[in-house]
């Protein structure tokens, strides 16, 4: 007798050396899912069955990541990129599945084996295409947005198709059955169901959330989280409808709290996990040898799949407005299978609509295509350039006119991202005479801007030729100002890598990344969450009756022990004006470390800047920072020390740490 742990254990171990083999390769860890199941499958190794229970596991994986989606979901978000979601999506997908119900129809198919075919192949890989263009900083171009929109229809389209396959499933043999009421009625189950749980679920979720939370419990946090989706997606089931709409449903009512970033954070190893397992089982359904024998239709498949996907998506996009360069990227992010293409091919597959000599041939022709989707995404670029030789003009010209414009420009402020925060820290630079230099993606931002002779430049800050261009080897500070950790990080390492004596202010949403953004170099980190609380804090006590003296000193305070560089930089400045005593006032000041200079292989202690009454806030070294600096700390060649003082005292710390 088999013990009941083997095909378990099998799971995990090979799920373990496929995620860190592709991991080492820089491939998304599905596709080491998938070539793992399709090796230790029933149709080659046999380590592991192909069972009931097998499949019921998987099927929890479809559960999360639905569940995930809809923790994004966003009736606003839908809103404003309507005519790309319900527009160029809903086109995608109704003429992908309309165009293989008429290649099924030449090759005598049932209609229904063409709808449900379709309905597969007209699915992209939501995680492969979005985590690459994450990772290339592509999410907010032209193309990356119409990628986004189009996935994001993708995944709601799945909602009625996994409705309407067991409608078409249970009738498979049946050629005189009246389709219209079977639909009317599974779309009537579907409104009831929304209706109710949309319209009572919200309160109720709030309420039992704020329960929940009260008992301080992590793990009864997660127990709910858990019970709420699988319990809503029994509900949908027993309805009639699919777990995976459930789960949805649950995601969605979720998103609306404010535990939404709470729950998203415990739910992702359960959502991996048991993803990796529902991809494992997806590649255990590959037959070897039907694949085999019909290499030359997977072949065609294939070449079909990804040639037709890049044509119409191309085209629908040229469409829908974009341009020629902009649309062929688009289609070429766009033109690999997709995870929820899986689903529905298995649901076909185990209901018995398609046969599987029909099914093999498909299924591997969509886990070939999201092998190669990698491979298509990273040389989208330059194969796109290649055919449109206007962009990389277009581009140089970009490059060409931000040199020009900041080649004078010595001691300048770069601002990346002219949003709200950099259009207010523009002013205040105007304010003090500070020349600067702002970076945008935005056209018509850009526009109104320069209408407006603000100093704005169209380009990618987490770029490095645009970096250079803006003048980033002459300017005093560069500040990101939005937020985006990716793209920060990027900035970070050109500069790390370019000039790291550079001061790097970064601006993110919250805290939890602040660490990570000072290793990788930021001078300092500025969290928009702890500035807002802040300011609420201050507005409620202006209320409470309490002096405006005390509450400024409260503030101050609290932004002392937060950032390193403010720590005892208001000591002995009163409410008072202060004008006319600049020079009596501490300021920051940055000085790198030179080979030969008397500081280089001494202690703080020893070169003892206290005596001049001048503060060591931080000392980097190759951009990185360290810890708190003490008296042990020896410096070095190359060694960025930032110091705080007034002038003249900077002034004589300079002297003693260069000269001696």
Sequence with gaps: MTNPLQPILILLAIAVIAVVIFRLLRLPPMLGYLLAGVIIGPHALGWVPETEETRHLAEFGVVFLMFSIGLEFSLSKLVTMKRIVFG????????????????????????????????????????????????????????????????????????????????LATTVDSETVDYGPMFAIAALKAIVLLALILSFGQRLMRSWFHVVARQRSSELFVLNVLFITLGLAWLTELAGLSLALGAFLAGMLISETEYRYQVEDDIKPFRDILLGLFFITIGMLLDIQVVIENFLWVAIILTALILVKIVLITGLSRLFGAESNVAIRTGMNLAQGGEFGFVLLAQAGSSGLIENAVLQPILAAVVLSMFLAPFIIEYSEPMTQRLYTAEWLQRSMQITSIAAQTIAEQNH?????????????????????????????????????????????YGDAARKEVLIAAGMLRAKVLVVSYSDTVSALKILNHVRTLRPELTVVVRTRDDSDIDLLKEAGATEVVAEVMEGSLMLASHALMFMNISTGHILRRIRQTREQRYSLFRGFYFGVTDESEEGNERLLPRLLTITILPGAASVNKTLGEINLAKLSVEVTAVRRRNIRGSLPSEETRLEAGDVVVLRGTQENLAAAEIRLMQG
């Design 88 to 167: 160029f999506g809903t086109s995608q997908v109704v003429i992908s599945i309309l165009f293989v119900m008429v290649i099924t129809w030449f090759l005598d198919m049932d209609w229904r084996v063409g709808l449900a075919l379709g309905g597969a192949l007209a699915m992209s890989s939501t995680a492969i295409v979005i985590k690459m263009l994450s990772e290339r900083l592509e999410l907010n171009t032209p193309y990356g947005r119409q990628v986004i929109g189009v996935l994001l229809f993708q995944d709601l389209a799945v909602i009625p198709l996994l409705i309407i396959m067991p409608a």
């Design 413 to 457: 402020v770069i601002i990346c991202g002219y949003g709200r925060s950099g259009q207010n820290l523009s002013r205040i630079l105007e304010q003090e005479s500070i020349p600067f230099i702002a970076l945008d993606l935005d056209p018509q931002r850009i526009h109104e801007a320069r209408i407006a002779g603000e100093s704005v430049m």
